[in-house]
């Protein structure tokens, strides 16, 4: 039996259409189908232009073209502006906005011949209040947030490819609890114009992918860079493992999956080493919270005094509570938070990754807690790339990430540790 379209990763997608074996019509129309028959159990997507897609895959199919991303079927989360199609960042306020103009990320996804098939799921302005998705593994469960849908949509092979963005783990963490991959670059890399924010010091613009390479494929398109894929051979990596301050709150299967595979790591010839960080991990966790609330308070400002019961609980009390933050404990905070980027960047010279865990561990049941954010709220505050690699299953059958992290704007070197680990604990299909 043919493997069906819609299951293809996005290189082998793009080497079949630029090879003339199968048109993006018809890869649009197979994620199309998967969409209509998966999308009841799922609710991973807000909307979806099925005639834009369309008449945008025949386009291509029309004409000759040499984008990397020419005739793949992507997701944007919601909170990504998308010219001609809803824009409610996650919120009731917002299901009627149609913004004039893409995201700078929607346009290079665009301009590299990706096509947009929808929107997908954010929790309200990518904050706490979870949407309808549920998780493709076992729907009792919750995808994680706040990009659940982009998440969800990628790991039930909806589509190939979709971006999400991260101001505590929104990347990371529902990569973990979906199982495929979610990258979140060093920050600024990538552009946050035409993106909502919830906090301007940490939001980072990420993706989601069932396949490292094609991780490495969708950053080059989002940079606008050429593509170097990864070499299938790469030098043993110098690794660091990170338990983190927060070690004990993991569950015992991410614990016990993180510690087999450092040892397998060693086993395998990568030079390990434990990494302890600098600073007060809880007291940087306290500091990420007082930042966190003091700019998006100023976000939300306008939201809470025109549309104040259009905002949820969460969304009101981090208003009220990021609005009584002195100035001088905003400053405090950081400074905190800068101290710990400096010794972390000087740290990690000569370590190509850490290896910490994803997240707590399984996903939680139900669809209204999202997970908590200490595995991955400090590796976002340092600014530095993160990558979820879906390395095991938990005592229920669900997901369990591992989590590499690199040294601020060492992102090409992370991915190339990244293969190596990948080869070594026999991920790799």
Avoid at 122 to 131: K, L, M, P, V, W
Avoid at 136 to 155: F, I, K, L, N, T
Avoid at 246 to 268: D, G, H, I, T, Y
Avoid at 306 to 314: C, F, L, N, Q
Wanted: charged share 20%.
């Amino acid at each position: 039996m043919s493997q069906p379209l819609h299951s293809l990763t996005a290189v082998e997608a793009a080497m079949r259409i630029a090879g003339g074996t199968i048109t993006a019509e018809t890869l649009v129309r197979s994620c199309l189908e998967r969409i209509e028959a998966r999308e009841p159990d799922v609710g991973a997507w807000t909307f979806i232009d099925r005639d834009g897609a369309i008449a945008a895959a025949r386009a291509i199919d029309r004409q000759p073209g040499s984008g990397l991303l020419r005739g793949i079927p992507i997701g944007v989360k919601d909170v990504v502006e998308t010219a001609g199609m809803p824009t409610g960042y996650g919120s009731l306020i917002y299901h009627t906005h149609r913004p004039m103009a893409d995201a700078v990320c929607v346009t290079q996804s665009r301009a590299a011949g990706a096509i947009v098939l929808g929107k997908t799921v954010s929790t309200e302005f990518a904050f706490r209040r979870a949407g309808k998705t549920s998780n493709p593994h076992d729907r009792r469960y919750s995808p994680g947030g706040s990009s659940s849908g982009s998440a969800a949509a990628v790991a039930d092979t909806m589509v190939p490819l979709a971006i999400g963005t991260q101001t505590g783990g929104s990347v990371i963490r529902p990569a973990s609890y979906c199982g495929v991959y979610g990258l979140k670059p060093s920050f600024n890399l990538l552009s946050l114009s035409g993106v909502r924010h919830l906090a301007e010091s940490f939001d980072t613009l990420g993706c989601m992918a069932r396949t490292l390479d094609d991780v490495v494929l969708y950053r080059a398109a989002l940079l606008g860079i050429a593509h170097r894929p990864l070499p299938r051979d790469v030098a043993a990596p110098r690794l660091g493992f990170c338990r983190t301050p927060f070690w004990e709150e993991a569950q015992p299967a991410m614990r016990a999956m993180v510690e087999e595979s450092v040892a397998r790591l060693a086993a395998a010839g990568a030079t390990v080493s434990d990494f302890a960080i600098a600073d007060d991990g809880r007291a940087v966790l306290d500091a990420c919270w007082v930042i966190n609330k003091f700019e998006g308070a100023r976000l939300f400002a306008y939201d809470a005094m025109h549309h104040p019961d259009g905002i949820s609980s969460a969304a009101r009390q981090l208003v009220e509570e990021g609005s009584a933050i002195p100035l001088d404990a905003y400053f405090a905070a950081v400074r905190t938070v800068d101290r710990m980027r400096m010794r972390l960047d000087a740290d990690l010279v000569d370590i190509d990754a850490l290896v910490t865990p994803s997240a707590p561990g399984e996903p939680p049941l139900g669809l209204t807690d999202t997970g908590p954010i200490p595995f991955n709220v400090l590796w976002t505050a340092a600014h530095t790339p993160a990558l979820s690699v879906p390395a095991g299953k938990g005592p229920n059958g669900l997901p369990l990430g591992l989590q590499l992290v690199g040294r601020r704007f060492d992102d090409d070197r992370l991915l190339h540790a990244a293969r190596w680990v990948e080869r070594a604990l026999g991920l790799v299909r």
